[in-house]
């Protein structure tokens, strides 16, 4: 408005001057209103194409920002953009824009610098944690190495002990036989001719008269048949049978009728049969006995 105005007033001070005449005066005038004139015109011009340009920027950096702020508008748990306000200019609206934007930028470092935390904190924790598997690691190995020793050391205590269970055994064996064999009594019951003519006894001492024999007395052969005897388990031996309950027996062996139980007892002689009260103790003198019937 203020150009066109200025233009116009320029043409009529021209045309005035003209009607006058044209003195130098008038020349000089013409020339600097012609020189004004085409200053202000070039000036006109350059602000015009300034101000479409600034327009052009502002409105690039709007829309950038826009495209920005689409961007961000997904990011959930940001700032969430206001209401336009149509009545501020393109620069006002454009500070607002950035405002928001900036926020949201602000809000968006926040949360990435506190991931960025969270991450070395977890890193860190990863790193105890990767130590702590590398020593159970190491632990493992080593349980694992010993395990193996106790392994083979249980497998030799395992030849070791069926070595032993086979030792055992046989001499369990062996045990049960010598038991068995050191349980065995023999005993035999009979007249004294008898038991004289098979061996079982001799007869020693005393005078050797016609009919009486004094000093005489009844011993166990020194060399025993065994086979004249009647072989017996003295662990289950409780009683030994004579032929005649009714006639007396005397022990001519090492036996003791006080570990015994008999009838009618006489010093080494008794009628019945012969109960053995205490086995140990009866056959420890000797593991022969001879009964011989009076």
Not at 35 to 56: C, F, G, P, Y
Not at 99 to 104: A, G, P, S, Y
Request: proline share 2%; aromatic share 4%; hydrophobic share 40%.
């Amino acid at each position: 408005m203020n150009i066109s105005r200025r233009l116009s007033f320029a043409t009529l001070s021209a045309l005035a001057l003209a009607a006058c005449g044209p003195t130098q005066e008038h020349k000089r005038a013409d020339s600097a209103a012609a020189i004004a004139t085409e200053q202000q015109v070039h000036l006109a011009t350059q602000l015009a194409a300034q101000k479409d340009s600034l327009t052009r920027i502002v409105l690039q950096a709007d829309d950038f920002i826009m495209q920005v702020d689409k961007k961000m508008s997904k990011v959930k748990g940001l700032p969430k953009g206001k209401k336009k306000n149509d009545n501020l200019d393109p620069l006002a609206r454009q500070v607002e824009n950035r405002k928001l934007v900036m926020e949201r930028v602000d809000a968006l470092v926040a949360r990435a610098q506190a991931t960025a935390a969270q991450l070395a904190k977890a890193n860190k924790n990863n790193a105890g944690l990767r130590e702590q598997l590398a020593a159970d690691s190491a632990l493992i190995v080593e349980l694992n190495a010993t395990i193996q020793r106790q392994t083979a050391t249980i497998e030799g205590l395992s030849v070791r002990i069926d070595s032993l269970k086979s030792a055992t055994q046989q001499l369990s064996v062996q045990l049960a036989t010598v038991e068995t064999e050191t349980a065995k009594a023999f005993y035999v019951v009979g007249k004294e001719d008898d038991l004289v003519k098979r061996g079982v006894i001799v007869r020693e001492g005393g005078a050797n008269l016609l009919l009486m024999h004094p000093g005489r007395t009844l011993q166990i052969a020194r060399s025993l048949p065994v086979d004249e005897f009647t072989t017996v388990d003295s662990r289950g031996l409780k009683e030994i049978q004579v032929p005649d309950s009714t006639r007396r027996y005397r022990i001519v062996s090492r036996q003791s009728l006080d570990a015994a139980e008999v009838q009618d007892r006489k010093r080494n002689t008794f009628r019945g049969n012969l109960h053995i009260a205490d086995a140990s103790k009866f056959w420890a003198p000797s593991k022969y006995l001879v009964l011989v019937e009076q």
